[in-house]
Structure formats: structure tokens, C-alpha cells
């Protein structure tokens, strides 16, 4: 094993990372010592060991927890998305065909940095098996195409929130939070590209006063299925400010100007309706 290398690695992603181990001298003496007492075949796992202190948080949430449930969020996406495209005579429209394929490579890509920076780290996820239907409750969901955007676009203002709300967790981290901060920004435009798409077909809940932002906590879907997506999403209060009580701005508009974060645990309760195992 070329340790030097995968320090290389790892450095490319994090160029703090020496900082975060007690300087480069100090991090290679740890792991050397620590190599000469241990098997070969477990120096993966000490590695690994070794940065999850590294980058652990006082919270108790780790950056690579918080990576691992990225991961899972956009394996989720991925798969939605490629299961569309591939799915015959679900997207007829050449523009709409193209606009799901370009996300679809977008969400792909977000995969492939995502497990890379979590094989850096020495770990990794494995995609889960997910049941697009949630368990019946969208059995057409690759057959009606209005219902598909409307999952759709369900996903991606999760995403956009889930993002958001683990900004604490991994501040420490720079190069990550940066990269995090990328990732938002992409899902925040598909989520406004999804919703014009949808309130152009005007279906599903799908009507003329669906807008690219979320206004208070209304989907625009016709469902009480997405609630869970949308709640908190209501509020017009921000530090302690009441916005809506500005001039003539009104809640709407208050709600509307700011994103409301999820938590982990809210954000897993929303996947795992999609997930089979």
C-alpha cells in the first residue's frame, strides 16, 4: 500500500487535511507506527479509523456522515431519474427529454465526486434498492408523466433543504462545504426548472400560480403524500424578524425569500418511503 499516495489523494480534497491530523510528520509517524502493529488487510480500516477522528464533529455528526447521507440522497436522484429516461414513451417531448437527461448526468455526476471523496476518506455506500412507487402509494409514477415531474420536483426541493440544513455539520471542513454549497445551488435550479415544466403541462396541482420558489408551504402537487417535503417551509419570521410585517411584503412573500432547512432525520423519514433496502 502506498500510503504517501492516498495522503496525495486525499490532499487534493481537503488541503487541510495534515492540519486536521496534527501536521504531515506527525500524521505519517502515527500511521507507521500504527501499521507495524496491525495486519496488512487491516490498514484500510485504521486508515479510515484515523480520518472519521479527523473529521468527527462536536455534535456528534461527522463530515462523513454527513457525506453518506448526501450520497444516499443523490443514489436516490440518480436512479429516479435514469429509471424516467430509460422508461419507453414516459417523456415524449424532444425538450422535456432533454432537460431530464441533462439532470439526470447532473445527479450522475454528484454520485461519482460523492463516493469519491467518501473513498478518499476510506469508506464507502453502497446504493440502496429503491421502490419508486413508495410502497403503492405512486403506482404510476413511470407511467403518468405528470405524477414523474411531480416526484420530481418533491426530490429535488428536498434536496435543496437537506443540503441547507447540514451547512453546520461540516463548516470545519471547507473544502467540503464548499462543494456542498455547489451541489445546493444545482438542486435549488433543477427544482425551479422541474416546476416550469410542470406549470406549463398544468397538471397534478400543477396550476398557474405554481412559481420556480416554494410559497409558504404549499407543493403544488396533488397529494397530502409530499407534505412532509414542504412543512416548516411556512415560516416568515427570520433572526427574530417578522418579514412579512415589513412594509406591504406579506407572508407569501416572506416565505418565499428564504429557504427553510431539514434535518437528517426529517430528510431520511422523506427517503425512505423510496427505499427498499
Known amino acids: ?57 462536536t455534535s456528534g455528526t461527522s463530515v462523513v456522515d454527513v457525506l453518506k447521507y448526501a450520497l444516499t440522497l443523490e443514489y436516490l436522484e440518480a436512479a429516479y431519474y435514469t429509471k424516467g429516461v430509460n422508461t419507453a414513451g414516459l417523456i415524449t417531448a424532444p425538450a422535456a427529454q432533454a432537460a431530464i437527461q441533462t439532470i439526470q448526468k447532473h445527479e450522475n455526476a454528484h454520485v461519482v465526486f460523492l463516493k469519491g471523496v467518501l473513498s478518499s476518506l476510506g469508506t464507502s455506500l453502497d446504493s440502496p434498492t429503491f421502490d419508486f412507487t413508495a410502497g403503492g402509494a405512486f403506482p404510476t409514477v413511470f407511467s403518468d408523466y405528470n405524477v414523474f415531474l411531480a416526484i420530481a420536483q418533491a426530490f429535488e426541493d428536498t434536496g435543496v433543504r437537506a443540503y441547507k440544513g447540514q451547512a453546520g455539520n461540516i463548516q470545519s471542513n471547507a473544502t467540503v462545504l464548499t462543494a456542498a454549497l455547489s451541489i445546493h445551488s444545482v438542486e435549488a435550479r433543477h427544482a425551479s426548472h422541474i416546476r416550469s415544466m410542470r406549470r406549463a403541462i398544468g397538471q397534478f396541482g400543477a396550476t398557474t ?48 425569500s428564504f429557504d427553510e432547512p431539514l434535518s437528517m432525520d426529517q430528510v431520511y423519514a422523506i427517503a425512505k418511503l423510496f427505499i427498499k433496502a
Not at 27 to 38: D, E, R, V
Open 1 to 57: 500500500m502506498d500510503l504517501l499516495n492516498i495522503f496525495k489523494e486525499i490532499e487534493k480534497i481537503d488541503p487541510e487535511v495534515y492540519d486536521r491530523l496534527d501536521t504531515r510528520r506527525n500524521a505519517m509517524k502515527q500511521f507507521t507506527n500504527l501499521s507495524g502493529k496491525i495486519a496488512l488487510a487491516a490498514i484500510p480500516f485504521a486508515l479510515g479509523s484515523m480520518f472519521n477522528k479527523a473529521y468527527a464533529q
Open 209 to 256: 400560480a405554481l412559481k420556480p420558489w416554494i410559497t409558504l408551504n404549499q407543493s403544488g402537487i396533488a397529494t397530502t403524500a409530499v407534505n412532509a417535503t414542504y412543512a416548516g417551509e411556512e415560516l416568515t419570521s427570520q433572526a427574530g424578524v417578522n418579514i412579512a410585517a415589513l412594509g406591504n411584503i406579506g407572508a407569501d412573500r416572506a416565505s418565499e
